[in-house]
């Protein structure tokens, strides 16, 4: 049994924007019935012990094309996690861009954490973030983060970092920072081709982030600076799921088939060589584990300076980059030096 176990349920493949760099596939309408995704909370909340947590988590496509079917899940398990004394941490990252009321119910839920997509700079991302007609998105996507922050809500904006957008992000999180954004989560294209020239514009942007951060603490945050920060300082947190990869985190596609990560879904091919065995109805009560999985990290990364500090413990990065779940890439290797590096540089002017 597991303490904090994580699912995603992965509501539709349907999204209603057709943004440049989007690594979930073609967009087409295949909907999560509500059957399928009751039976995923039902064996979610059977693998945790009582007074755990189940931190459920909504994907797509673009999730809010389901507002309504979130709605009756969050209303389901609460319920459910009543009756076993378990606590919910739900959560959603969303483009930002569906703002009907069912949206808006689901993003001001007490429950539920939200995330919002925005490439910073208006430029940027209307470059890439754009409507099924090419039509940029920024306009509507500021409006719903004003709209959060007016109503006083938490949440968190999730920036895609590419090789063509080097030179723009420290700008962006200074853009957000300036409307009220508190955090800034950077999300490293891992599906793009990234090469040897891009290395001193990562470099230097990573740099110029820092000092972003910097400036800015303690109001606000960028998680690549945080997450180092509380790893070096041994600041205690929540445990968490996230990134057990199968063994104690689940994610289920909308036919109910089940991966160990949502971001390897993908259209949900048979051809998939990350889906697991068995269904979500395939009549087991639970998600536990049939046998223990080897947690050995990767032989080049014994002995590294920064091993207990690092990332790349990921085992879906490192599948997106290298197609071994225990084996990071160069890439992951140089950010998260380079992260610590400049992180271990701000602190010192702190102290």
């Not at 440049?20 to 059957?35: A, I, V």
């Not at 909340?45 to 007074?51: F, G, M």
């Not at 970092?161 to 700008?171: E, F, G, Q, Y």
Request: one cysteine or more; charged letters at 20%; a neutral charge.
């Amino acid at each position: 049994m597991f303490t904090n176990f994580g699912l995603t349920l992965m509501v539709n493949h349907a999204c209603n924007l057709r943004c440049t760099y989007c690594y979930t596939g073609s967009k087409f309408q295949r909907r999560m019935d509500l059957g399928t995704a009751k039976k995923a909370i039902d064996r979610a909340i059977a693998s945790i012990t009582d007074d755990g947590t189940i931190e459920l988590g909504f994907f797509g496509g673009e999730p809010l094309v389901e507002s309504g079917l979130i709605l009756q899940l969050l209303d389901y398990v609460s319920l459910c996690a009543e009756k076993k004394s378990i606590r919910i941490v739900a959560n959603i990252t969303t483009n930002g861009t569906i703002v009907h009321e069912e949206a808006w119910q689901v993003m001001t839920h007490p429950h539920i954490f939200v995330a919002i997509s925005c490439d910073g700079l208006p430029e940027v991302h209307d470059s890439c973030r754009i409507t099924v007609d090419g039509k940029g998105t920024s306009s509507i996507v500021i409006a719903t983060i004003q709209k959060l922050l007016a109503a006083q809500r938490e949440f968190r904006v999730v920036m895609v970092v590419r090789p063509n957008n080097l030179s723009s992000v420290a700008k962006g999180i200074e853009y957000l920072f300036g409307l009220g954004v508190k955090q800034a989560d950077l999300s490293l294209d891992l599906w793009t081709k990234w090469g040897r020239k891009d290395s001193l514009p990562l470099q230097a942007m990573i740099k110029e982030c820092a000092q972003v951060w910097r400036k800015k603490l303690p109001t606000c945050g960028v998680n690549w600076f945080d997450e180092k920060t509380i790893k070096y300082a041994q600041i205690p947190t929540n445990k968490t799921a996230r990134c057990s990869f199968g063994n104690g985190e689940i994610a289920v596609s909308p036919a109910g088939n089940l991966y160990p990560c949502e971001r390897l879904i993908g259209e949900d091919s048979e051809l998939n060589a990350m889906r697991m065995p068995g269904h979500v109805m395939d009549g087991k009560d639970n998600f536990l584990p049939q046998e223990q999985q080897n947690e050995s990290c990767h032989e080049e990364c014994r002995g590294c300076s920064i091993q207990s500090l690092c990332s790349t413990s990921c085992q879906c990065s490192n599948y997106i980059r290298t197609g071994k779940t225990r084996e990071p890439d160069l890439l992951l290797c140089m950010v998260n030096k380079l992260c610590m590096e400049e992180t271990l540089k701000a602190l010192k002017t702190l102290t």
